[in-house]
């Protein structure tokens, strides 16, 4: 089997874990491990973000994080207007159940695939797409030949991360945003941006840093193409962490938040959430214990290997144990595919000890989950693309 190592010990600092007296109620009756989430939790997690944005730019929440339609019916009762997606079946999904527009975040190809996209809108602007090259753009305007409609496109910017997007010091932005507006079957939708390396940020305050600059990266690019006669609709800008320790939304038409439905411990130790505000966690339980490890009937194929979102991390572990008897949990120092070894010091901790693991980045612990458990007043399975496995 193969394991992930963690590369040096850690010292956990104290902090407050959940409160089980009413938090993740029953998880220490589930028999087989479970990814669960917390009901009330995850509701004030969606109102809180609502009421930060509201009146200050449309929301249009990520749902890569839950890939959920509870979840996000949830979100659109409590003022999300629209949602963004980064594969075409979550798009489907989406469409299917009526909640439009969706922003499928993520360059296209496949002329087919976008055909098949515009062609399950019910209006062409139900659906938005990104571009930032000429060859994502020259498909576009194929699949909405294809279609025969419009597709909406926005350009992506690159304000940092160097994933996808455009040098908005370069002069590609004004080259690719007049390509777009001289095909007849596209219509361009503004400028798009994702300040993901702001995972990587460390702090509040140099989180509140990449925001600045990330509004300033967007409005200068916007007032740039004005001048040279393209007009920008819209400005949507993406990620938790710059939502929260915003610098503001002046000159923002729209923002794609995502991981502030769970939260998880990256959200912790970037100082912008406690532990008490993740929502989702992994409840299992200790299955054998050595003289080096207590160890877990739950490993990588739940929790994932990951340290932290986009490749950053504050870490050496892979998360958080907790139980209901302890103040500090146990660390979860390494792991296998089916097994997650705690690291223990003084009494060995009995087997059978139901424990719950708050996870590093609770969006791909969502995508492998293949049916979450909410825990609350009406537990109940929550399906992930529409279906549980």
């Given at each position: 089997?193969?394991?992930t190592?963690m590369?040096?010990?850690?010292i956990?600092v104290s902090?407050a874990g959940?409160?089980?007296?009413r938090?993740f109620p029953?998880?220490d009756?589930l ?11 995850l ?9 930060l944005?509201?009146g200050r730019?449309?929301?249009h929440?990520?749902v890569?994080?839950?890939?959920s ?6 979100q659109s009762?409590?003022?999300a ?8 079946y979550e798009?489907?999904m989406?469409l299917?159940a009526?909640?439009?527009p969706v922003?499928?975040?993520y360059?296209?190809?496949c002329?087919?695939t976008?055909?098949?996209l515009?062609s399950?809108a ?5 659906i ?6 000429p060859?994502?753009?020259?498909a576009?305007?194929?699949?909405a030949?294809?279609?025969?409609r419009k597709?909406h496109?926005f350009?992506?910017v690159?304000v940092?991360?160097h ?7 370069g ?6 945003a007049r390509q777009?507006?001289s095909e007849?079957?596209l219509a361009?939708a503004g400028?798009l ?6 995972y990587?940020a ?8 990449i925001?600045g600059?990330?509004?300033?990266i967007?409005r200068?690019?916007r007032t740039r193409?004005?001048?040279d ?7 949507s800008i993406?990620s938790?962490?710059t939502?929260?320790?915003?610098a503001g939304?002046?000159?923002?038409d729209?923002v ?13 130790r970037?100082?912008l ?6 929502a989702l966690?992994?409840?299992?339980r200790?299955?054998s214990v ?10 990588s194929?739940t929790l994932s290997?990951d340290?932290g ?6 870490t050496t572990?892979f998360g ?8 500090q949990?146990f660390?979860v120092?390494k792991l ?7 690291q223990?010091?003084g009494?060995?901790?009995?087997v059978g000890?139901?424990i719950l693991?708050?996870p590093n980045?609770?969006?791909?612990v969502?995508?492998l ?5 909410m825990?609350?007043d ?5 399906a ?6």
């Open positions: 089997m193969k394991e190592r590369s040096d010990p850690e956990f902090a959940p409160d089980f007296s938090q029953g998880f009756r028999t087989h491990p479970r990814v669960v989430i917390d009901e009330p939790t509701l004030g997690n969606i109102g809180k973000m609502s009421a944005v509201a730019a449309q929301l929440p990520h890569k994080t839950h890939k339609l509870e979840i996000a019916r949830l009762r409590q003022g207007t629209g949602f963004t997606a980064a594969r075409p798009v489907l989406l299917e009526g909640l439009a922003t499928l975040a360059p296209l190809l002329t087919e976008i055909k098949t515009l399950a019910g209006d062409a602007q139900d938005r797409f990104i571009a930032d090259s060859e994502t753009i020259a576009l305007a194929d699949g030949r294809l279609a025969g597709a496109v350009l992506k690159d940092g991360l994933r996808c997007g455009i040098d908005p010091q002069d590609s932005g004004l080259v690719l777009i507006d007849p079957l361009f400028l941006s994702h300040a993901g390396h702001a990587g460390g702090n509040p305050e140099k989180v509140a840093a925001a600059s990330e509004l300033e967007m200068a690019l193409l004005q001048k006669g393209m007009e920008t609709p819209c400005i993406g938790t962490p939502i929260l320790a915003n939304f002046d000159g923002i729209e794609r938040p995502g991981n502030y439905v769970f939260y998880d411990l990256t959200a912790v970037l100082g959430v406690d532990r008490r505000d993740i966690g992994v409840a299992a200790i299955v050595n003289d080096h490890f207590a160890i877990a009937n739950v490993g194929k290997s340290l979102a986009h490749g950053t991390s504050g572990a958080e144990a907790w139980t209901p008897d302890r103040d949990p660390l120092a296998s595919e089916e097994h997650a070894f705690l223990y010091s009494p060995r901790p009995p000890t139901p693991i708050l980045h609770s969006c791909p969502a995508n989950s293949g049916g979450m458990q825990l609350g009406t537990p109940r399975l929550v992930i693309d529409g279906f549980v496995r």
